[in-house]
Structure formats: structure tokens, C-alpha cells
């Protein structure tokens, strides 16, 4: 079964600070993804990556940036938190091809 | 730009009852997923959809496909509390998908 990890179920972080998401997977999955969902308006695509050190605009990447150094960890960074990056996040892997991708648990971030 | 919309948003049914969502989108695409996520909970995969008139059925529920009106319908055939959950369709791009605003379905005893 593929396992897709990350970091923190909730998470409370003050406005202006600097917060990390990090999702681990252990399928070896060349593409890896990072959602936001908020009711009403679904998933939303922030950034996506297809390999180490490659990195690709979402639809909504102002306010964040990713890492992937290593090809089972994919990273979130929020540089300066506000409160309408309160949300939940959703990371995703993607083997290629026509298989589905894979979700992890979720990270529900509430930023005050 | 490609935009998937579903309908309807929000669904209460009756245990017993029949009932379809829709999933449209306005480009081509070769691909199209559904996915259930039930209250604070990840994603699951349902149903992977490859070709036009691809079916695929799970128990009470039923997703097609219809490339050339780009369409999927999924079909719950005498709903259960059990399948109350948000169900979201996504359509493949080259690299990635985009996600309908997925559905709240509700089923009352």
C-alpha cells in the first residue's frame, strides 16, 4: 500500500511566522503535489513537483514555496503566515500514467 | 484553462433512494478520477475512468464517461448512510489534476 505522511494532523502558528509542512511518501513516486482545501471552492492546486529540485506553480502559489531535495519529501513553506492561509492541506503523490493519486492525512493549519 | 464543475453541490437523499452527480469539464482529457472524503478525512480513490464510455461500478455506486460531451455521471443506486461523505470528480492535465468543488451528499434515515 503506498503511504503518504505528513508532518502534522493540526497545527496553530501566530501571524508572520515562518511554518514548515512536510509530506513523506514511500512509494517512490516520481510526482509529488501540494492541494488547499477550503469549503466551497474544492482543491486548489498550490505547487507540484516531478522530480528532486524541480518545482512548478499551481493555480495559488503567492505566499508559498516548496522544497524537494530528496525524492520521498516534499515541503511547504509558508514565509511570512496570514491568516488566509488558514486551511487544510493536502499532499499528494502520483506514480505517472493513469493511476489515481494518493493522498495524505491532511494538515489543518489555523494561523491567528 | 481547464474547469471541472459538479453538480449539485450539496445532496440530501433518502435511505432507499436513487440519485447522480455530475462532473463537467471543458477541455479535453483523457482521464478523469472520483474520489470520496468523508468529514476530516483524507482522500480515497472510487473510480479511475480511461476511455469514453468507460463504466466502473463499486457496490451502490456507479461513475461513467462520456469524453465527447465531457461528462462523468456517478450513480448511487439506493443510497446508505453509509456513502454520506463529500465526493469530489478531477480531471487530468498533462502534469496534474484539477479537482471539482465535490459534493456533500447526506443520506437521512
Known amino acids: 500500500d503506498v503511504k503518504v505522511t505528513q508532518s502534522s494532523r493540526y497545527l496553530v502558528k501566530r501571524t508572520g511566522e515562518k511554518v514548515f509542512l512536510e509530506c513523506v511518501q514511500d512509494?517512490?513516486?516520481?510526482?509529488m503535489f501540494w492541494y488547499r482545501q477550503d469549503p466551497g471552492l474544492g482543491l486548489r492546486l498550490i505547487y507540484f513537483?516531478?522530480?528532486?529540485?524541480?518545482?512548478e506553480k499551481g493555480d495559488i502559489p503567492e505566499g508559498y514555496s516548496v522544497s524537494r531535495e530528496k525524492k520521498e519529501r516534499f515541503s511547504l513553506i509558508l514565509e511570512s503566515a496570514s491568516t488566509n492561509q488558514t486551511s487544510m492541506y493536502l499532499c499528494a503523490t502520483h506514480p505517472g500514467g493513469s493511476y489515481e493519486q494518493y493522498f495524505g492525512p491532511g494538515t489543518r493549519l489555523t494561523v491567528t | 484553462e481547464l474547469k471541472v464543475e459538479q453538480n449539485p453541490l450539496f445532496l440530501s437523499m433518502q435511505e432507499g433512494k436513487n440519485y447522480t452527480i455530475y462532473c463537467n469539464y471543458s477541455t479535453t482529457s483523457d482521464r478523469l478520477y472520483w474520489y470520496r472524503q468523508d468529514p476530516g478525512k483524507s482522500l480515497e480513490s472510487l473510480f479511475v475512468?480511461?476511455?469514453?464510455?468507460a463504466v466502473k461500478q463499486e457496490g451502490r455506486l456507479m461513475a461513467s464517461l462520456d469524453t465527447k460531451a465531457r461528462l462523468s455521471t456517478l450513480h448511487i443506486t439506493a443510497a446508505v448512510h453509509d456513502l454520506s461523505a463529500t465526493y469530489f470528480c478531477?480531471?487530468?492535465?498533462?502534469?496534474?489534476?484539477?479537482f471539482g468543488t465535490g459534493t456533500l451528499l447526506a443520506v437521512q434515515p
Open positions: 475512468l480511461l476511455s469514453n464510455g
Open positions: 478531477a480531471v487530468a492535465t498533462f502534469l496534474h489534476l484539477i
Open positions: 512509494m517512490d513516486h516520481e510526482n
Open positions: 513537483s516531478y522530480d528532486v529540485k524541480m518545482k
